[in-house]
């Protein structure tokens, strides 16, 4: 259903500018901000950064809740990370706002190049974009914690992303082996309770009390990114060449141990699973 006076955005309105390479330089740095609609039908602003010279990307939204959602993609450690600033509710006794940062493995078919990503341009600021396809929700286990202390080793962006969350920054057991075998020193993580421990925790939804622990779940959702490129066929051209970008919209669920149920206070009903 459209809007009144809300454009429709087109695809061939976004494009990457491969025409011009000369102006936009080597290691190009660039920001583009969008209009896009939320899961619940919602618009706000997105601010997408792409860094050509540190292969990163990153993305943030800020949800009708006040909620500040970010994304980091660095492609140079195969890792991303994501990032919630909760606004907290002073009647209920937390503090201004929570942060959480979940921190997994980069595939890199999951986004689209950085140095595409600096390229992209938009034709319309005004019109209101919509992913093209919606990826399946995914849920995450996160039984490990980073130390922020040596998170450098992991990532260098980790420590400007999760400053305000040097207490609660998650992984899991299987990207831990993975980032071990790449050589990443084991002294960036720590263990949680073991997940055969962690089993028998309730979750955080059915806990009374607010100094128990729990298994606490927290879902994000990135309305809309650029996840593929696209590739156009010309006569005049032997081979396809890059013509703009697919976008989509991805939901993640993640669960982790929290030492009292006063760290989760939005996980308010219990759940299934």
């Given at each position: 259903m459209r809007l009144p006076g809300v454009p429709l955005a087109r695809p061939a309105l976004l494009l990457l500018l491969l025409l011009f390479p000369a102006l936009l330089g080597t290691g190009a740095?660039?920001?583009?901000?969008?209009?896009?609609r939320l899961p619940d039908g919602q618009v706000t602003e997105e601010s997408l950064q792409a860094d050509s010279d540190a292969d990163s990307i990153?993305?943030?939204?800020?949800?009708?809740?006040?909620?500040?959602?970010?994304?980091?993609a660095d492609f140079k450690k195969d890792v991303k990370i994501f990032r919630a600033l909760i606004l907290g509710e002073l009647e209920k006794g937390q503090s201004q706002f929570q942060a959480l940062c979940f921190v997994t493995q980069l595939q890199h078919n999951e986004i689209i190049p950085s140095e595409a990503m600096a390229k992209l341009r938009q034709k319309n600021p005004r019109a209101v974009r919509q992913a093209e396809e919606v990826r399946g929700l995914e849920h995450l286990h996160m039984d490990v914690a980073v130390n922020f202390s040596q998170g450098a080793l992991l990532s260098p962006h980790l420590h400007n992303v999760c400053a305000e969350a040097v207490d609660a920054i998650y992984t899991r057991q299987e990207d831990v082996r993975f980032w071990l075998e790449q050589g990443v020193d084991s002294s960036v993580f720590e263990a949680l309770p073991k997940?055969?421990?962690?089993?028998?925790?309730?979750?955080?939804?059915?806990?009374?009390?607010?100094g128990q622990p729990c298994v606490c779940r927290y879902g994000l959702s990135l309305a809309w990114y650029p996840c593929m490129l696209k590739y156009c066929h010309s006569r005049d051209r032997p081979t396809p060449y890059k013509c703009g970008i697919r976008s989509c919209q991805k939901s993640y669920s993640f669960d982790f141990y929290v030492p009292h149920r006063q760290l989760c206070l939005w996980d308010e009903d219990p759940y299934p699973g």
């Open positions: 740095s660039a920001e583009l901000r969008v209009r896009v990153s993305l943030e939204l800020r949800k009708p809740d006040g909620t500040l959602v970010s994304f980091t997940a055969s421990e962690q089993a028998e925790l309730p979750r955080c939804g059915q806990v009374g009390e607010r």
